[in-house]
T-cell receptor, first 113, second 116 residues
Framework: AQSVTQLGSHVSVSEGALVLLRCNYS??????LFWYVQYPNQGLQLLLK??????LVKGINGFEAEFKKSETSFHLTKPSAHMSDAAEYFC???????????FGAGTRLFVKA | EPEVTQTPSHQVTQMGQEVILRCVPI?????FYWYRQILGQKVEFLVS????????KSEIFDDQFSVERPDGSNFTLKIRSTKLEDSAMYFC??????????????FGQGTRLTVV
């Protein structure tokens, strides 16, 4: 069975500061990992995904994530937070079976001016 | 850019009533999904659908729920007799392929269902 754990339901950073959102996964098969963002009252938008190959993945809006198999982690980072980054972020896992995506509980990012 | 569309965006219904949530997946996609997000909680998988039948369903997807692809474009979720706890945002998603391919699910904007 697959699962995702996001550490911290709320993260607050100052504008211009580093953003780090933590995600650990559990999977008995090689995982495919995703980060989705949800802005208030909106749907889910894919930020980035890891499938195979390069473990550092770059996504939209300056975000990136690194797949670390030894740590079963897929943390999301952004060097400099912007006010527009304030949203809910979901880490998710899937696999080649592909019939569903399992989401973490989400981390709400607050950006202070 | 192709997108998954859902209607209505908001639905208010009385407890015990039937509701049908509608989705139009991306046209060349073959796998369809419904997810639910209760306010303030995580996104939960409900059901996946391929080749006109359910591929997988969660414990949430009980006999009160059903899915259908009535024509070549729509994918619907029906709740037969709504309960207060069915109030949630319901997301439809679709993917191009299922097994043996990486799955990036494309999500619709959601239907907010409120049961009163």
């Amino acid at each position: 069975a697959q699962s995702v754990t996001q550490l911290g339901s709320h993260v607050s950073v100052s504008e211009g500061a580093l953003v780090l959102l933590r995600c650990n996964y559990s999977s008995s098969v090689p995982p495919y990992l995703f980060w989705y963002v949800q802005y208030p009252n909106q749907g889910l938008q894919l930020l980035l995904k890891y499938t195979t190959g390069a473990t550092l993945v770059k996504g939209i809006n300056g975000f990136e994530a690194e797949f670390k198999k030894s740590e079963t982690s897929f943390h999301l980072t952004k060097p400099s937070a912007h006010m527009s980054d304030a949203a809910e972020y979901f880490c998710a896992v899937s696999n080649t079976g592909g019939f569903k995506t399992i989401f973490g509980a989400g981390t709400r990012l607050f950006v202070k001016a | 850019e192709p997108e998954v569309t859902q209607t209505p965006s908001h639905q208010v219904t009385q407890m015990g009533q039937e509701v049908i949530l509608r989705c139009v997946p991306i046209s060349n996609h073959l796998y369809f999904y419904w997810y639910r997000q209760i306010l303030g909680q995580k996104v939960e998988f409900l059901v996946s659908f391929y080749n006109n039948e359910i591929s997988e369903k969660s414990e949430i997807f009980d006999d009160q729920f059903s899915v259908e692809r009535p024509d070549g474009s729509n994918f619907t979720l029906k709740i037969r007799s709504t309960k207060l706890e069915d109030s949630a945002m319901y997301f439809c998603a679709s993917t191009v392929q299922g097994a043996s391919a990486v799955q990036e699910a494309f999500f619709g904007q959601g239907t907010r269902l409120t049961v009163v």
